[in-house]
């Protein structure tokens, strides 16, 4: 399968605190990929190296082929229009009501008449799984799902391939979040997206990742689908599987199975 993300020998250093040292792996194409790991451990770090918020001090990222470390911000416009980002507390701008956040980028990035932008993003905020009265509201009349969902909708305003998510279910209620997962397992199938999550939801895990990195100790820890890695004997990921939250998502995602 191809990769549409190559992370190769990343090293990353805050001055003298080391995050990221060799850290190797990809995203292909088609699949929900995860990150994972405790707080401090570099996952958001490495989100926005990706993403070019940051750079590493050495190593290589390649997205869509393309390297990405040391690009220019003019070089780099023509990858950030083939991906969307929903950033962990959405980003959204406060003094914009929800259509015209989402249809922000086209604005930016397209010659669309105001019109025809106004219906693309009202589109965008319905596959968001939004009422159509939400368009219409500013973000601070959100409940703090709707505000999920209204930021998953503006990353997808440009049609992207590929959709970052960053902590897309913190501070969510169960009900919330388990209707957030399902939403991100419609997206990836009626879209055709490959998506790259960092969470620390293990129920959202369990129900929607393909494969799972976890970081930690600087470097990739392992690589895997939830049940390989639920059997690994690192004792950092022994921790993460089967601490008390690990085997509460475990033992719900057993009887989900034999439902």
């Known amino acids: 399968m191809t990769a549409i993300i190559e992370i190769n020998n990343i090293c990353t250093r805050f001055g003298d605190a080391v995050v990221h040292e060799d850290v190797t792996l990809d995203v292909r194409r088609g699949e929900i990929f995860s990150l994972v790991g405790g707080s401090g451990c570099g996952k958001s770090t490495l989100l926005r190296e990706i993403i070019m918020l940051q750079a590493p001090v050495s190593g290589s990222i390649r997205v869509f ?19 969307g980002v929903m950033f962990e507390r959405g980003a959204l701008f406060s003094s914009l009501t929800v259509l015209e956040n989402v249809g922000l980028p086209l604005r930016e990035h397209t010659s669309l008449d105001s019109g025809l932008i106004d219906e693309l993003a009202a589109v965008k905020i319905s596959l968001a799984g939004l009422p159509s009265a ?47 997962d399902e939403l991100v397992l419609n997206l990836k199938e009626s879209l055709g997206l490959t998506i790259m999550m960092v969470t620390h939801d293990l129920d959202l895990l369990w129900r929607v990742a393909d494969r799972v990195a976890v970081l930690g100790e600087n470097r990739v820890l392992g690589i895997g689908t939830m049940e390989t890695l639920s059997h690994e ?12 939250r690990g085997r509460a998502a475990w033992q719900q995602e057993d009887l989900q199975g034999t439902a």
Do not use: C
């Open 233 to 244: 004997e690192h004792p950092i990921i022994r921790e993460y599987f089967y601490g008390p």
């Open 134 to 180: 939400a368009a219409a509201k500013f973000p601070n009349e959100l409940s703090g799902g709707m505000r999920k969902r209204a930021a998953l909708a503006r990353a997808l305003a440009l049609d992207p391939e590929l959709v970052f998510l960053d902590e897309p279910t913190a501070g969510l209620d169960p009900l919330s979040a388990s209707g957030f």
């Open 65 to 83: 082929g393309q390297e990405v470390v040391g690009l220019s911000d003019e070089a780099a416009l023509p990858l950030r229009k083939r991906w």
